[in-house]
């Protein structure tokens, strides 16, 4: 059984900083989260991938919305996913999603993700 579990979203001003979490459960194989990535979805739109890694593969993914604002780490351990975001706009403003998966392919698409967590909201405002 993989549990994620995401934190940090909130309300900030246009240019600030957000940084979200993804912390998977204890019990959650290695392999399950090899992949692991932030989707977003915002009211109205389809759930886009922002941001995604798979240890020991092709170089982080990043979409072009977001490149030289948001990063992508992860600790030692590979448990917890992270997204710094950095000089937030209107239009970052969505439920923020991390997934995981055995394997993946950029761009990441959310029918390749089989575990998901419940979600953040992040809100930008002008």
């Known amino acids: 059984q993989v549990q994620l579990v995401e934190s940090g979203g909130g309300s900030v001003q246009a240019g600030g900083s957000l940084r979200l979490s993804c912390t998977a459960s204890?019990?959650?194989?290695?392999?399950?989260?090899?992949?692991m990535a932030w989707f977003r979805q915002a009211q109205g739109n389809a759930r886009e991938g922002v941001a995604a890694i798979c240890t020991g593969s092709m170089a982080p993914y990043y979409a072009t919305s977001v490149k030289g604002r948001f990063t992508m780490s992860q600790d030692n351990a590979k448990t917890t996913l992270y997204l710094q975001m950095n000089s937030v706009k209107p239009e970052d403003t969505a439920m923020y999603y991390c997934?995981?998966?055995?394997?993946?392919?950029?761009?990441?698409?959310?029918?390749?993700?089989?575990?998901w967590g419940q979600g953040t909201q992040v809100t930008v405002s002008s």
């Open positions: 997934a995981a998966h055995p394997w993946a392919n950029w761009p990441p698409k959310s029918t390749d993700f089989a575990y």
């Open positions: 204890p019990s959650t194989a290695t392999s399950s989260r090899r992949c």
